[in-house]
């Protein structure tokens, strides 16, 4: 065999190798199944809160509250006044009022009477922070031994027992999207008056407290739309009349004096620019009332008698204490 013939055996050979081998590539390709998303199912059956924001959101009632049991010392009460999770404490109650071995208490801190300007009703009641979670590991005639299960905040002598309530977090759904320019619904509407932790400027998975309640029929699990009207919510004033350009007097012209014909000028009213110049809120004046920035959506997960609890699931921008809600 000469050279050319093995060349060209050689390298044909080559050649239908890797033709067949592109091939069988492109058809596995063509082939392969498309991939499954199974993330969005997962997702619609996760729960929208859980641990602090489900059991530690607090609330405010009106309903008084149980203030017989309470924690009344702690192992190490000569060397600390405050006690968080892993601490062992004493409660006011034991086997005269039958605690058993394994029993859990919620610990509760009343705050007071809350007052806000935010709201038209009268005596939304009182705000009852939620501070942690107890255990009982020994019962003894009149006090028991427990141990700080779980501690949203610092646990004080004196704090009250009340039983574990079971909550259910609402899952996750798929939402339309938050429409920002979307119409009243016409049902129940509130304010929010207050927010956990004194908070003022809130965002997503912040706690907040409406003043709509069990009288306005909502339960948990509504979602709310939050808004304010249309131009308010500045964090700053502003002490600015119009464009300062038309404030000044030091231009040799008396019809344009203070550049009024400069491109920052606002303009003059009537049909030949004779009139008063029209300021921004003399331009307001002429659209409808009620107008709204919608800037949120909130969902309720505890109902009170005139309030509700509820966590901030979507924002446009920062929500205010004092903006309105409206149930969706």
Excluded at 198 to 226: C, K, N, W
Aim: net charge positive.
């Amino acid at each position: 065999m000469n050279f050319q013939k093995f060349y060209n055996k050689f390298f044909g050979l080559n050649f239908l190798v890797l033709l067949f081998l592109s091939a069988a590539v492109c058809a596995q390709t063509v082939k392969q199944p498309r991939p499954t998303l199974i993330l969005d199912k997962t997702r619609r059956e996760m729960p929208v809160v859980s641990g602090n924001n489900l059991y530690c959101a607090g609330y405010v009632q009106t309903a008084p509250i149980n203030t017989a049991n309470k924690i009344v010392g702690a192992e190490d009460e000569q060397e600390q006044r405050v006690f968080a999770q892993g601490d062992n404490l004493y409660i006011s109650i034991g086997a005269n009022k039958g605690v058993n071995v394994g029993d859990m208490f919620a610990v509760i801190r009343p705050r007071g009477q809350v007052k806000t300007r935010w709201t038209k009703k009268k005596n939304l009641g009182f705000y009852v922070q939620e501070v942690g979670a107890l255990e009982v590991i020994k019962v003894k005639p009149e006090v028991s031994v427990v141990r700080v299960k779980n501690s949203c905040d610092n646990l004080l002598l004196g704090d009250l027992l009340q039983p574990v309530e079971q909550r259910t977090s609402p899952k996750s759904q798929a939402r339309p999207s938050l429409d920002v320019f979307g119409e009243p619904t016409g049902k129940a509407a509130g304010r929010i008056f207050m927010a956990r932790d004194g908070r003022e400027m809130l965002g997503r998975e912040q706690i907040v407290y409406i003043d709509l309640g069990a009288e306005d029929s909502v339960s948990v699990g509504d979602y709310l739309t939050v808004y304010r009207p249309l131009g308010k919510g500045n964090l700053f004033d502003n002490d600015g009349d119009e464009a300062d350009s038309a404030r000044r007097d030091d231009f040799q012209s008396n019809e344009f004096r203070g550049s009024k014909f400069s491109n920052q000028t606002p303009r003059k009213s009537g049909e030949r620019a004779g009139g008063e110049v029209v300021t921004t809120e003399k331009a307001k004046q002429d659209r409808p009332q009620g107008l709204r920035k919608v800037v949120g959506e909130i969902l309720i997960l505890n109902v009170k008698e005139k309030t509700a609890t509820a966590v901030i699931t979507r924002t446009v921008q920062e929500i205010h204490t004092g903006d309105i809600v409206e149930l969706q």
